[in-house]
């Protein structure tokens, strides 16, 4: 074959697009179409929730609807404590255990490690009602406390965590010895600095993971004062209620908002907190 034609041939492979990118862009459109419909359906009047006009009129009623219909004012309160108190309780956990197990030379320390990510493969509801059990013992039934408490210790950040101080120098560590610290400042000043690509892109895992979390609160909650958004939400879309799904669609952009906002500014941030901190 002579170089024209492995030149033309070379160019023709070159703009027919490979069958991973079609495929990736086919589930692009699949992952984002109910966003798509649910934000048409939220702003514009329920007539127009199956018809794709584009000069249908646009409004903002389905969102004060969902707003007087139920209190999502509290259901963010409780959603903001609830991931904030949670993010923060793993933080302190997962440090001071990562920590242990990465610099700490306690006997069995690695068969403790193995037991620790055997939670990693136990399923969340297959501890529902052992959890319910303790929760309803130590009286936290219907709490937001009740609601992150089974959440505090995580495996998977203790495992990221301790991955993390294993690749810092002990140099480091040496020199801050020198220097008077004790484990706890040595943990302070100079792993936790260290680590805050990590702590990054745990949290935002964590925070997208609680604020998304359903089937644990249902079981726990029983008011308005402990509902986080997704219960909340659950109820206000039951079928029982009667509310048309264009106000459903605007109470599902209501939920989700801050996280999607989040992400869009942050997008940049969020990527490369997931690549420096050794995630593919």
């Known amino acids: 074959m002579s170089l024209p034609t492995l030149s033309a041939a070379r160019g023709v492979a070159l703009r027919v697009p490979s069958l991973e990118t079609?495929?990736?862009?086919?589930?692009?459109?699949?992952?984002?179409?109910?966003?798509?419909y649910a934000v048409w359906a939220a702003f514009h009047p329920?007539?127009?929730?199956?018809?794709?006009?584009?000069?249908?009129?646009?409004?903002?009623?389905n969102f004060a609807n969902?707003?007087?219909?139920?209190?999502?004012?509290?259901?963010?309160?409780?959603?903001?404590?609830?991931?904030?108190?949670?993010?923060?309780a793993q933080f302190v956990v997962c440090t001071l255990a990562g920590f242990a197990f990465a610099r700490f030379p306690i006997p069995g320390r690695d068969i403790l490690f193995m037991l620790v990510l055997i939670q990693l493969f136990v399923f969340p509801e297959v501890l529902i009602v052992e959890n319910y059990r303790i929760a309803s013992g130590l009286g936290l039934v219907d709490t937001i406390t009740g609601i992150g408490l089974p959440y505090v210790a995580s495996a998977f950040g203790i495992f990221l965590l301790r991955q993390t101080f294993k690749t810092i120098p002990r140099e480091l560590e040496d020199a801050a010895?020198?220097?008077?610290?004790?484990?706890?400042a040595i943990l302070l000043k100079v792993y936790v600095p260290l680590a805050k690509p990590t702590y990054l892109a745990y949290g935002l895992v964590?925070?997208?993971?609680?604020?998304?979390?359903?089937?644990?609160?249902?079981?726990?909650?029983?008011?308005?004062e402990s509902r986080p958004?997704?219960?909340?939400?659950?109820?206000?879309?039951?079928?029982?209620?009667g509310v048309n799904w264009a106000t459903v669609s605007a109470a599902t952009l209501l939920s989700i908002a801050p996280l999607l906002v989040a992400f869009l500014l942050f997008q940049r941030q969020f990527v490369q907190s997931f690549l420096r901190a050794g995630i593919r």
Do not use: K
């Open 206 to 224: 964590s925070i997208s993971h609680h604020w998304n979390n359903f089937l644990w609160p249902l079981v726990v909650t029983n008011s308005v």
């Open 177 to 184: 010895r020198v220097e008077g610290c004790g484990w706890m």
């Open 229 to 241: 958004l997704t219960v909340g939400l659950g109820v206000f879309s039951a079928p029982e209620t």
């Open 46 to 61: 329920p007539a127009f929730m199956v018809r794709f006009d584009l000069f249908a009129p646009l409004t903002l009623e």
């Open 66 to 88: 969902a707003w007087s219909q139920a209190p999502f004012a509290r259901y963010y309160l409780n959603t903001f404590l609830l991931v904030t108190g949670v993010v923060l």
């Open 22 to 36: 079609t495929a990736a862009w086919l589930l692009a459109v699949i992952w984002i179409f109910p966003l798509v």
